[in-house]
């Protein structure tokens, strides 16, 4: 018993008061750490006025600390984001324990969580690129920084090797996860050859994403209550009524997650991003205003303008359904509630988005029709002299590809 105490890293979290909501953080803190695989021993709470340029929340304020701390065998999570000087400052006045900040911590989970080679990779380069400009000395102060909580990640050892080894391993990495780009950007572009319907589930963590791809597709995704249980995009095939989809599963949002990690995970999300409709999926039991709105915005930050439904999921015990966002459509995902108005609200989202078109394509423009021909449902073909007459039906996002061959009856609505 003892030994897998002494396994597990002790946490104390640091928490400066600079937001009303200053208790969420710290019990959002609480739960990273959990995911982290470490415990929370404590929480402090530091009020802050002024941000100290050294370190952060000022000497004071420190040495209060370093008192409390004194003989705890715990390692200090700083719940936000600290400058390299910041960090080694604080970590000296604490008596050189370690120090790390929110975004190691993300990391670290990061790290754990990534199962996928090419997961592994955006996280072996975050956590890099988060660290090199952080290696300013050598020894001790590099060994203080280096690492999230226990030896995971890139690690102390690998760490030590110097600056320049950093940054060829950056460099060999932001080739192969181009490289894994451009692959997966071929397979988007069958995709949309083969014109399938796609939809991804997004939104904050821990709010069932994963849980409602499995109920809606067999699948068998890991879920859990965890903060980032998943990191890997998942594509499963999804029917309704016979008309198929494909649905995707990917990484959760986080408020304040900071920009290095969101464009770690740029490429990931932005192939799940590349769809028809976005499942925005909030937990109705928790504080789903907090989360749509930090949805929308990394949305925004992303520049993805993809339609949306939002799906308040954990609504098994709501009883009161006022101050939902309009329209929200409500399940829970656990119990399986809700889901055929889901999915009818899924299916009449893409009969809306269908538009009756006459076409007129003159024979000598075939090969460039044929290739627009995967967009349409051609209801009928009448071979004239000169060209063919075409009644398809097209999804309107794809509207735009057919105008050349619009006939004067065009567009009926
Ligand atoms: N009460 C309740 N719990 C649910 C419901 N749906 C999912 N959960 C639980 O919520 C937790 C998180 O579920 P996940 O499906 O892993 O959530 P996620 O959004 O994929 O989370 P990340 O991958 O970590 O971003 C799990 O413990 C689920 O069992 C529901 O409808 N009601
Ligand atoms: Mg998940």
Same mark, same amino acid.
């Given at each position: 018993?003892?030994?897998?105490?002494?396994?597990?890293?002790?946490?104390?979290?640091?928490?400066?008061?600079?937001?009303?909501?200053?208790?969420?953080?710290?019990?959002?803190?609480?739960?990273?750490?959990?995911?982290?695989?470490?415990?929370?021993?404590?929480?402090?709470?530091?009020?802050?006025?002024?941000?100290?340029?050294?370190?952060?929340?000022?000497?004071?304020?420190?040495?209060?600390?370093?008192?409390?701390?004194?003989?705890?065998?715990?390692?200090?999570?700083?719940?936000?984001?600290?400058?390299?000087?910041?960090?080694?400052?604080?970590? +000296? /006045? &604490? %008596?050189? #324990?370690?120090?790390?900040?929110?975004?190691?911590?993300? @990391?670290?989970?990061?790290? $754990?969580?990534?199962?996928?080679?090419?997961?592994?990779?955006?996280?072996?380069?975050?956590?890099?690129?988060?660290?090199?400009?952080?290696?300013?000395?050598?020894?001790?102060?590099?060994?203080?920084?280096?690492?999230?909580?226990?030896?995971?990640?890139?690690?102390?050892?690998?760490?030590?090797?110097?600056?320049?080894?950093?940054?060829?391993?950056? +460099? /060999? &990495? %932001?080739? #192969?996860?181009?490289?894994?780009?451009?692959?997966?950007? @071929?397979?988007?572009?069958? $995709?949309?050859?083969?014109?399938?319907?796609?939809?991804?589930?997004?939104?904050?963590?821990?709010?069932?994403?994963?849980?409602?791809?499995?109920?809606?597709?067999?699948?068998?995704?890991?879920?859990?209550?965890?903060?980032?249980?998943?990191?890997?995009?998942?594509?499963?095939?999804?029917?309704?009524?016979?008309?198929?989809?494909?649905?995707?599963d990917t990484v959760g949002f986080l408020r304040e997650l900071p920009h290095s990690l969101i464009s770690a995970f740029h490429s990931t999300l932005e192939s799940a991003l590349q769809c028809d409709l976005l499942l925005i999926v909030c937990d109705a039991q928790s504080d789903y205003e907090m989360q749509?709105?930090?949805?929308?915005?990394?949305?925004?930050?992303?520049?993805?303008?993809?339609?949306?439904?939002?799906?308040?999921?954990?609504?098994?015990?709501?009883?009161?359904?006022?101050?939902?966002?309009?329209?929200?459509?409500?399940?829970?995902?656990?119990?399986?509630?809700?889901?055929?108005?889901?999915?009818?609200?899924?299916?009449?989202?893409?009969?809306?988005?269908?538009?009756?078109?006459?076409?007129?394509?003159?024979?000598?423009?075939?090969?460039?029709?044929?290739?627009?021909?995967?967009?349409?449902?051609?209801?009928?073909?009448?071979?004239?002299?000169?060209?063919?007459?075409?009644?398809?039906?097209?999804?309107?996002?794809?509207?735009?590809?057919?105008?050349?061959?619009?006939?004067?009856?065009?567009?009926?609505?």
């Amino acid at each position: 018993m003892q030994i897998f105490e002494e396994e597990i890293e002790k946490i104390h979290i640091v928490q400066p008061i600079l937001h009303r909501d200053y208790k969420a953080l710290a019990a959002e803190a609480e739960s990273l750490v959990e995911s982290a695989g470490a415990l929370c021993a404590g929480v402090t709470y530091v009020e802050v006025r002024e941000v100290n340029p050294a370190t952060f929340i000022g000497s004071g304020k420190l040495e209060k600390l370093r008192e409390l701390l004194h003989d705890l065998p715990v390692t200090v999570l700083f719940n936000g984001e600290l400058s390299p000087s910041q960090t080694l400052n604080i970590s +000296a /006045a &604490l %008596e050189g #324990r370690k120090v790390i900040d929110r975004t190691t911590l993300i @990391l670290d989970i990061f790290a $754990r969580n990534a199962k996928s080679g090419e997961g592994k990779l955006q996280v072996e380069l975050a956590q890099l690129k988060y660290i090199y400009p952080r290696l300013k000395g050598k020894g001790e102060a590099l060994s203080r920084l280096g690492g999230g909580i226990g030896t995971r990640g890139p690690g102390e050892t690998k760490l030590e090797t110097d600056r320049r080894r950093i940054r060829s391993r950056i +460099a /060999a &990495l %932001e080739n #192969r996860l181009l490289d894994l780009e451009q692959r997966r950007k @071929l397979i988007q572009v069958r $995709r949309e050859k083969q014109s399938a319907r796609t939809i991804s589930l997004i939104g904050y963590t821990n709010t069932g994403k994963s849980t409602l791809l499995n109920l809606l597709t067999d699948a068998d995704v890991y879920a859990e209550n965890r903060l980032f249980a998943t990191l890997d995009t998942t594509t499963r095939k999804l029917t309704i009524d016979g008309s198929e989809f494909l649905l995707t599963d990917t990484v959760g949002f986080l408020r304040e997650l900071p920009h290095s990690l969101i464009s770690a995970f740029h490429s990931t999300l932005e192939s799940a991003l590349q769809c028809d409709l976005l499942l925005i999926v909030c937990d109705a039991q928790s504080d789903y205003e907090m989360q749509l709105q930090t949805t929308l915005e990394t949305l925004q930050e992303l520049g993805c303008k993809v339609p949306y439904l939002i799906v308040m999921n954990k609504c098994e015990a709501v009883t009161d359904f006022e101050g939902y966002p309009r329209d929200a459509l409500f399940v829970s995902a656990k119990y399986n509630r809700g889901i055929d108005s889901l999915k009818s609200a899924i299916l009449q989202f893409f009969s809306d988005r269908l538009t009756v078109v006459q076409l007129f394509v003159p024979y000598r423009d075939m090969s460039a029709y044929s290739a627009m021909k995967a967009y349409a449902d051609e209801l009928e073909v009448v071979y004239k002299e000169t060209g063919l007459r075409v009644k398809a039906r097209v999804p309107r996002m794809y509207l735009h590809k057919f105008r050349p061959f619009f006939t004067d009856a065009a567009e009926s609505e």
